[in-house]
């Protein structure tokens, strides 16, 4: 039996590394109109909400498989049982101390159509499967993961986000021969540490980067699977015993990888298999193991699937506003808003927001539940598409990865005092909360009279009664119109009029990279690399609308010396930092 078991796995590796040459897709002809989801979305509200109801049900829940031991030839071995991981694993077996699954048909289905749908491009299909996660060669931007695919940008930011964090403010913690386990992950916010110098970048050694990848890798992965798993994905034609000494390398997988490819499900049961870690030591061990297998062409994907199995397909269902659409949007195969918030909060929630919006008759949608180590800021905020909450603009380090109309790029800060608060600045942020607490607009800005007079209440600001009457006799409460009220009234009444006119002056230095290998327009055109760019970012003083327009002494201070620049990345700044002047050198950051 034990050498039957052993061919049998021969055979599925064997065939997981043959492409199939009779498999074709479907006709365009045969295939109905496509739908037009932004109308089914509106008109299907309610129906989600159903949906919604039904996924939330919680798994069956039986004994985790852990990354202990496995004897060889044991129950193991055949073993097929749901799995906190929320899919059906079968023909489960052992690797190097390390319990291996195979994805049943049932969930290799649910698993792709949740991710690509029914009606996938063969292109985004390609896009997904030729994008590894590996570091740029080009030694200014060496600490930086390059994309050479459009389509993944989502995942390849957010773990980026994450290296940073883990180069900039823990570097300690990646020194050769230090054990590569995580913090309390329980703890409410990890401390911070001194940040590296932005000149040392170049210095990195390939093994300090390696090490901030892996620990980034297991630090999201953990964070998907509530802090208690973590679950690793890797491909069938790699599971198998290493001997001592053994290592994957980069051309071993690229041979194996050469005829391989995913268009269906079936796909998917055949070269995927899975690893549940509940112990983070050995998670962080696995994954530093397979980063060959991660840097290779199917590293994105791979990573992208290891979160959603972290998280659980039925709990990734659940945290959705509507389960029927692909997290990988048409037809450009974008990484959906759910992608990247799993990976930055563990959670697939589509919204910024804070918390849930409650839509009546039993309906809500649902934002950014808690704090968060990275940051969120998008260009749709700008355009009054959105409103980005707190908990994304205001993260534990000051790292933000950027979201334009098509891709996602990464902001980040050396010095965490970018994030402190002046007096100004903290009194806005008090206020600013509780008002988007009553805006029910969907980040349209407005609120209530009932709801404006809870706002005065929780902050503390008391209007005079004639001016509170007149604020409030057209019924509805403007953001931007009651900020110009509080600026213009006294402290003691819980306002913030300024007097001296240089109330929340700062100033800092900040760094935009976008990892498209893109031609360098300074230099040869011929050389494609990632783009790091120095920002010089000026906060005046707060001004009134009226000093505004007669052009105050605070705005002239700041752009005397020079003109303030401008680019889409300087108006995503500013969702974070009203009325920030941006100022660079060489060619404008580019966020798409």
Request: hydrophobic fraction near 40%.
């Amino acid at each position: 039996m034990a050498d039957q078991r052993d061919e049998d796995m021969r055979d599925v590796i064997n065939m997981s590394m043959e492409r199939s040459l009779e498999q074709k897709r479907v006709r365009d002809d045969e295939i109905d109109p496509p739908v037009d989801r932004r109308r089914l979305q509106r008109e299907l509200m309610a129906a989600a909400a159903e949906k919604r109801m039904l996924f939330s049900k919680p798994p069956t829940r039986i004994a985790a498989v852990t990354s202990s031991p496995v004897k060889r030839g044991g129950s193991a071995d055949s073993l097929d049982k749901k799995t906190e991981t929320g899919v059906r694993a079968v023909n489960v077996r052992s690797v190097n101390g390390n319990v291996v699954e195979e994805l049943s048909a049932e969930e290799s289905e649910r698993l792709f159509m949740m991710v690509f749908g029914s009606d996938v491009s063969r292109d985004v299909l390609n896009q997904w499967t030729n994008q590894g996660i590996r570091f740029s060669s080009d030694q200014e931007t060496s600490m930086g993961l390059v994309q050479h695919e459009g389509g993944p940008c989502g995942v390849l930011a957010a773990i980026q986000a994450f290296v940073l964090k883990n180069l900039l403010f823990t570097p300690d913690d990646l020194s050769k021969g230090a054990p590569l386990v995580p913090r309390d992950m329980s703890s409410s916010r990890w401390p911070i540490g001194r940040c590296t110098a932005f000149s040392n970048f170049a210095s990195l050694t390939n093994a300090a980067k390696a090490r901030a990848l892996v620990r980034s890798m297991g630090d999201i992965l953990f964070s998907c699977g509530s802090n208690k798993r973590a679950v690793v994905v890797t491909l069938s034609a790699f599971c198998h015993d290493m001997g001592p000494g053994e290592r994957l390398t980069d051309e071993m997988i690229a041979e194996a990888l050469e005829s391989l490819s995913i268009e269906s499900a079936s796909d998917l049961k055949k070269i995927l298999r899975v690893e549940v870690h509940t112990s983070p030591a050995n998670a962080f061990q696995s994954l530093e193991a397979k980063l060959p297998v991660f840097r290779s062409r199917m590293g994105a994907m791979l990573f992208l699937i290891s979160a959603l199995l972290s998280r659980g397909l039925d709990i990734v269902q659940a945290d959705r506003d509507d389960p029927s659409l692909p997290l990988v949007t048409a037809p450009f195969g974008h990484a959906s808003q759910e992608i990247v918030n799993l990976l930055i909060s563990g959670e697939a929630v589509p919204n910024v927001f804070d918390g849930r919006m409650d839509l009546g008759g039993g309906m809500s949608l649902k934002g950014i539940s808690t704090s968060v180590d990275i940051g969120f800021l998008t260009l749709l905020e700008y355009l009054n598409f959105c409103k980005v909450g707190q908990n994304l603009k205001c993260p534990k380090y000051p790292i933000w990865v950027i979201g334009s109309e098509s891709h996602y790029t990464v902001m980040f800060a050396l010095d965490k005092s970018v994030q402190d608060e002046n007096q100004l600045e903290q009194r806005e942020s008090q206020i600013r909360k509780s008002f988007d607490t009553q805006d029910q607009s969907g980040g349209g800005g407005f609120i209530s009279v009932e709801s404006f007079h809870i706002v005065l209440r929780e902050t503390n600001i008391q209007l005079p009664p004639e001016k509170l009457d007149n604020f409030t006799n057209i019924g509805l409460i403007v953001w931007s119109e009651f900020w110009q009220l509080i600026l213009n009234l006294d402290e003691s009444l819980g306002g913030l009029k300024d007097s001296s006119g240089m109330m929340g002056k700062k100033m800092f230095d900040i760094y935009h990279f976008n990892g498209i290998a893109k031609s360098d327009l300074r230099g040869d055109s011929s050389t494609q690399k990632p783009r790091l760019t120095k920002l010089r970012v000026s906060v005046p003083p707060r001004w009134t609308s009226e000093e505004f327009i007669a052009g105050g002494s605070g705005w002239g201070e700041v752009s005397k010396a020079e003109p303030p620049q401008h680019a889409p990345l300087a108006d995503c700044i500013r969702t974070r930092w009203p009325r920030a002047v941006c100022n660079w050198a060489g060619d404008p950051p580019s966020i798409v």
